[in-house]
């Protein structure tokens, strides 16, 4: 429940982060042109000049929707004690990094985080320690 509370906060702090900074680069954008206005505008044909306008509004809409997949497709789910993304692909629970190698090591089978230099382990809702065929064929949909 907590998890999927911060998970919604942090998919929505985004959205609010990228909407203030369209907004930034409108209001910065407008500043500029005010104070270019009397010596470049008069030159300028306003066609050209809306030309313009569009095209980098264009430009920033493409990369805030760029912004916006490239956090969607790295979003993690937290199971069985991992994160895992939507390819099914372990990651660290405290340090959200690719995990290493997966072998049964010592404590339990599970996968070795080189970052943290740590054993992460399968570890299911029960605490038993499944393998990891079991574990992704309980992940799947
Ligand atoms: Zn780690």
Redesign the pocket.
Known sequence: MLQELQKKLLEHSVSIVVTLLTGLFLLAGKEIMVLLSPQVLDKLPKKAALSLFLLSLLVNCIMCAWVIILYRSRQLTLRFGLYWDKDLNPY?P??Q?PLGAYGDYMTGRGFN?I??N?IVLITAPDGSNPTLPETIRLLRP
Do not use: Q, Y
């Open positions: 660290c405290v340090c990094s985080c970052k943290c740590e």
